[in-house]
């Protein structure tokens, strides 16, 4: 199925949070780490925490700084994803998440 500019997507946002909420703990799961995701959208808290206690990775921190981007607690993102480059200058991502704290 090709999706033309005039056709309306046949995804929606609640779709894209529905697989990052399946994918993202298989994921950590896979890298020896875990952690307890929900939506934000619908008021519900996210719990990286444990993850990042269980196993401070670049991965984890940097997990850690997208969930507390998302909860506005900015200080600690900040943190994280300082952190994140500090280990690894090549972690892409962690420039644009950190670029968008700053």
Same mark, same amino acid.
């Given at each position: ?20 909420? $399946? *994918? *993202? ?16 959208? @619908? ?13 401070? @990775? @670049? ?8 969930? $507390? ?34």
């Amino acid at each position: 199925m090709s999706i033309r500019p005039h056709e309306p997507s046949p995804w929606t946002a609640a779709d894209a949070d529905e697989a990052a909420a $399946r *994918l *993202l703990p298989a994921w950590l799961s896979a890298q020896g780490a875990w952690a307890t995701v929900k939506d934000t959208a @619908t008021g519900r808290y996210l719990a990286a925490d444990a993850a990042l206690a269980l196993k401070a @990775t @670049t991965d984890t921190y940097y997990l850690h700084g997208l969930v $507390r981007t998302a909860t506005r607690d900015y200080k600690t993102a900040e943190f994280d994803l300082d952190k994140v480059v500090e280990w690894n200058p090549m972690y892409e991502a962690a420039y644009v998440a950190q670029s968008e704290v700053q």
